[in-house]
């Protein structure tokens, strides 16, 4: 079975179907021109599909000819809110929202992996699960179809897992690149809103000004970061929206900052949030100010189990050259939910590089110049297929 070459005959379709989800990206839950476009693409294939209650997501299970264990595969199918700057002749046709992440790569991958192993159904010692996830990009798209019960849907629990994301800076393209354990962090989101009483910006005595408290904080959270937690144990915290007032002589009523944590590690994850929200209601105690402040946990850390890690890069070893695969030294504080599926079953996630330049000057993912390679798709496809024919032949024993 060559699913290196069966792929590369498909890559014209793939492609086609990328482009064609380029065009019309939707952020979130809720996709439906997205969701119409995927099941066209998988109509025909002897798939059981079932689609998301509360949000548009695909579950396809293809029943393997020999009983078996089951093996998931993932896509997420989602874009950003991003104004497309790429100048990509399949432009987003949507103001406000774009691809910039590489989903639309992710699913059109994902419907070649189930075109490939489709072919291959009666030689199949089990089923596989073919996870089309909206709501990745910050609205636990993986938690809401795990609620729905995608790691069940064969009839039995999953088990193996893998899923795969495309890069636009940083590796070459067509290099796979993984790690054992911790692969990319977890993540929360911490907001403030700083309460005080406006005035006449040449009166400061006479109101409770906001923005010196509130700038206090966004550097006492760095302060904390480096005072509090171990180096070898790393946290990051990034003020990412701050604002206040209206003219530069006005002291307003309040200011808002918004800020994303990432740790690595259970302990530190569950600690950072609530000691940042401790450092900013002390020094709004200390101004003599109110505050409203609260912390959400949102994914976890994203885990690659060490004999599933293993599995995956003997297997692109294998298939396709010692020199396409790379171990990471270190994990990236991206994160990413396809950590629930990892909370719950034994796998692996990777990046492949869709680099159509120079990959340490390119426009990163989620920046409006992003760009991706489309050319990667049939390797990726085929290292999703492969990954199931084999691990289901590992199972049977």
Same mark, same amino acid.
């Given at each position: 079975m060559n699913l290196r070459s069966d792929a590369a005959a498909l890559l014209d379709e793939l492609v086609a179907l990328r482009r !064609?989800?380029?065009?019309?990206?939707?952020?979130g839950l809720h996709l439906p021109r997205t969701q119409e476009r995927v099941l066209a693409a998988l109509d025909g294939l002897p798939l059981e599909v079932s689609l998301g209650k509360n949000l548009s997501s695909i579950t396809a299970v293809l029943r393997g000819g020999q009983p078996g264990g089951t093996v998931l595969l993932r896509g997420d199918m989602d874009a950003l809110p991003v104004t497309e700057a790429s100048g990509e002749e399949f432009s987003s046709t949507l103001d406000g929202a774009m691809h910039a992440c590489g989903h639309d790569l992710h699913t059109a991958g994902l419907v070649g992996a189930a075109r490939l192993l489709a072919a291959r159904r009666a030689d199949l010692p089990g089923d596989v699960v073919f996870m089309f996830q909206p709501g990745e990009e910050g609205w636990d798209g993986a938690g809401h179809m795990i609620e729905e019960g995608v790691l069940t849907a064969s009839g039995k629990h999953v088990d193996a897992?893998?899923?795969?994301h495309v890069s636009a800076a940083s590796y070459a393209k067509g290099h796979f690149v993984a790690r054992p354990g911790t692969l990319m962090a977890a993540s929360g989101a911490l907001a403030v809103r700083v309460l005080g009483d406006g005035g006449h910006g040449s009166s400061p005595h006479d109101a409770r000004d906001p923005i010196p408290a509130a700038c206090e904080m966004v550097t006492a959270l760095q302060t904390m970061v480096t005072r509090t937690f171990d180096v070898?144990?790393?946290v990051v915290i990034t003020v990412g929206s701050f604002h206040a007032g209206t003219r530069r002589n006005i002291i307003p009523d309040d200011a808002v900052f918004e800020a994303t944590l990432r740790s690595f590690s259970p302990e530190v994850a569950e600690r950072v949030g609530e000691r940042a $929200?401790?450092?900013c209601r002390g020094i709004a105690a200390a101004h003599g100010l109110d505050i409203d402040v609260t912390y959400e946990p949102?994914?976890?850390?994203? $885990?690659? !189990? %060490?004999? %599933?890690?293993?599995?995956?890069? %003997?297997?692109?070893r294998d298939v396709f050259g010692e020199e396409r695969f790379t171990e990471m030294a270190d994990p990236i504080t991206g994160s990413e939910d396809f950590s629930r599926v990892l909370e719950r079953v034994p796998g692996a996630y990777l990046f492949l590089g869709a680099c159509p330049t120079?990959?340490?000057t390119a426009p990163d993912n989620h920046s409006p110049r992003a760009r991706f390679d489309d050319s990667v798709l049939g390797d990726g496809a085929a290292l999703l297929a492969e990954l199931a024919v084999r691990r289901l032949a590992l199972l049977a024993g």
């Open positions: !064609d989800l380029h065009r019309i990206p939707e952020i897992a893998y899923g795969l070898f144990d790393p $929200v401790q450092v949102e994914y976890p850390a994203t $885990v690659n !189990d %060490a004999g %599933a890690y293993d599995f995956v890069a %003997a297997t692109i120079d990959p340490a």
